[in-house]
């Protein structure tokens, strides 16, 4: 069965701070998506990145960067120079990568990390 | 703009009442889902859909069922609600690539 743990369920920091959202992961399987989400205060979750098993390359896009380690089943998510607009809940998802159509798309989701980013 | 449209952003029922939550994708995409988000639990799969009137069982879905007869819409039914039903319904559809959702606003359900 997977699993994903974000082990922290509420984070608060002041603007300008960098803060890192930890994601760890369990899964049978070989090949897999890792995935991140947002869902900010009007409540629709945003779709941020998808991350192969096959590919640990680190990825950045602006003030985000993410980290992918198989060995310790990790993939967190660094905000950079936090801004208030950043406040939202962020979930780390799993999902299979099979030739099966309908399992690539099932995803299994964290409980979220609140981010709070204070003026 | 991709959309997913849910078409109710409130509701109040009772105990025993069936419900239809309805959902509406402009992707032309094959995939949808229904969540539940409850707090401190996350993200539940309830049901999702590959196909029109094809349908799978996600993690949760005793009490629920789905109907998908054309392929933009994808609705969740309650038989017989349940006031742990009380949550919140998030309708998703893929559309670029394996595990990317477009999610609609949420539907949140009170049950009494």
């Known amino acids: 069965a997977q699993k994903v743990t974000q082990a922290q369920t509420e984070i608060s920091v002041v603007e300008k701070e960098d803060v890192t959202l930890d994601c760890v992961y369990e899964t049978r399987d070989t090949t897999y998506y890792l995935f991140w989400y947002k869902q900010p205060p009007s409540g629709e979750l945003v779709f941020l990145i998808r991350?192969?098993?096959?590919?640990?390359q680190n990825e950045i896009s602006g003030r985000y960067s993410w980290n992918f380690q198989k060995s310790t089943s990790s993939f967190n998510f660094t905000i950079t120079a936090s801004q208030v607009v950043d406040s939202a809940v962020y979930f780390c998802?799993?999902?299979?990568?099979?030739?099966?159509?309908?399992?690539?798309?099932?995803?299994?989701f964290g409980k979220g990390t609140l981010l709070t980013v204070n003026p | 703009d991709v959309k997913v449209t849910q078409s109710s952003r409130y509701l109040v029922k009772r105990t025993g009442e069936k419900v239809f939550l309805e959902c509406v994708q402009d992707?032309?995409?094959?995939?949808m889902f229904w969540y539940r988000q409850d707090p401190g639990l996350g993200l539940r799969l309830i049901y999702f859909s590959y196909d029109v009137k094809m349908k799978e069982k996600g993690d949760i879905p005793e009490g629920y069922s789905v109907s998908r007869e054309k392929k933009e819409r994808f609705s969740l039914i309650l038989e017989s609600a349940s006031t742990n039903q009380t949550s919140m319904y998030l309708c998703?559809?893929?559309?670029?690539?394996?595990?990317?959702?477009?999610f609609g606003e949420g539907s949140r359900l009170t049950v009494l």
């Open positions: 992707m032309d995409h094959e995939n």
């Open positions: 991350r192969n098993s096959f590919d640990e």
């Open positions: 998802a799993l999902s299979e990568a099979s030739n099966s159509g309908g399992s690539n798309y099932k995803l299994t």
């Open positions: 998703a559809g893929t559309h670029r690539g394996p595990g990317e959702l477009f």
